[in-house]
């Protein structure tokens, strides 16, 4: 069972079916967020249908691009040769 899984997400052959299978995932999402009920809310924006999952994308998008230019540009990466 375990391998089949491994199998699924590292051989290139399933590259198709794996992609149709995160964008599936990723409207069920969007589609949960509509139907959730907002009684809570202290924003405008957080009565927006959408808006967290946006707002989650956002963040991860933030979170790779800070870290690549504090690898890159804040010298905090190390060659891949370093301990050699």
Not at 6 to 33: E, S, T, W
Not at 55 to 66: M, N, Q, W
Request: hydrophobic share 50%; proline share 5%.
């Amino acid at each position: 069972m375990i391998a089949r899984v491994v199998n699924f997400f590292g051989d290139p052959k399933y590259a198709k079916p794996r992609r149709l299978l995160f964008y599936a995932v990723l409207v069920l999402i969007v589609v949960a967020d509509f139907l959730a009920p907002r009684v809570h809310t202290e924003y405008l924006w957080e009565r927006l249908p959408g808006w967290s999952a946006l707002y989650g994308f956002g963040a991860c998008v933030l979170i790779i691009f800070v870290s690549k230019f504090l690898g890159h540009q804040g010298k905090l990466m190390r060659r891949e040769d370093y301990y050699d």
